[in-house]
Nanobody, 122 residues
Framework: QVQLVESGGGSVQAGGSLRLSCAVSGYTYSTGWFRQAPGKEREGVARISTISGSTVYADSVKGRFTISQDRAKKTVYLQMSSLKPEDTAMYYC??????????????????WGQGTQVTVSS
């Protein structure tokens, strides 16, 4: 079984930075970060392969967000910089055990954390 626990959310002013952490228990092929703002659909933000470390990002966060992992600590991070008010959302960590496809489709992920709120003020 896979369990995911996020931490690191909070409130920050535009232009600031935050780092989210996702503690992962159990074996996974890849882990992703998704976000959902009120009234909007869940959006894939970034994904990382557990084995190869390959990554994929949404266009909206490229150059600002970095996903990384510490396999020894079984933790996946999302470093967020140059934050914008439109980045405000609940951020979820998700994992899958089907294999790396390199997409940001939420349908590929069968395991989800409880979410952590990120609020960016202007």
């Amino acid at each position: 079984q896979v369990q995911l626990v996020e931490s690191g959310g909070g409130s920050v002013q535009a232009g600031g930075s935050l780092r989210l952490s996702c503690a992962v228990s159990g074996y996974t092929y890849s882990t992703g970060w998704f976000r959902q703002a009120p009234g909007k659909e869940r959006e894939g933000v970034a994904r990382i392969s557990t084995i190869s470390g390959s990554t994929v990002y949404a266009d909206s966060v490229k150059g600002r967000f970095t996903i990384s992992q510490d396999r020894a600590k079984k933790t996946v991070y999302l470093q967020m910089s140059s934050l914008k008010p439109e980045d405000t959302a609940m951020y979820y960590c998700a994992a899958e055990r089907s294999g790396w496809r390199g997409s940001l489709s939420a349908a590929e992920f069968g395991y989800w954390g409880q979410g952590t709120q990120v609020t960016v003020s202007s």
